[in-house]
């Protein structure tokens, strides 16, 4: 009388084990998948941009989070601070968690290879 016809029959059908491990698979595939495709990825993108962070160094081109292309002209030690050239004698200070990405010059070889 208490206990639903159905959850008596799915008991019933199933070893208690068992039933318990086939209802939580689809959740726990799809955690990997989650896993696999979204945080490993973030992660490792976050890594590498604190690497990147930790890496300036003096005259590396640099974009920071607002678009702004500049020249790193000093590096602050002990602080978070990066002094940017953006145009000429036009010096300021940057956070480096806003710096987007370091622009690698391309080699003349590097321009030809990409066109042909």
Do not use: W
Not at 8 to 21: F, L, N, T
Not at 42 to 53: E, F, G, P, S, T
Not at 85 to 94: G, K, L, Q, S, T
């Amino acid at each position: 009388m208490l206990v639903s016809t159905a959850y008596a029959q799915d008991i019933a059908g199933s070893s208690g084990a068992a039933g318990i491990v086939m209802q939580l698979a689809p959740m726990l595939l799809i955690f990997v998948v989650f896993y696999f495709l979204l945080i490993r990825p973030q992660q490792r993108k976050a890594k590498d941009h604190r690497n990147m962070l930790q890496s300036l160094k003096r005259n590396d081109r640099v974009v920071t989070a607002g678009g702004i292309v500049g020249v790193i002209t000093k590096v602050k030690e002990g602080t978070d601070e990066v002094e940017v050239e953006i145009a000429p004698n036009v010096r300021v200070n940057v956070l480096r968690g806003t710096i987007g990405s370091v622009v690698r010059p391309t080699a003349a070889n590097d321009t030809a290879v990409a066109k042909g």
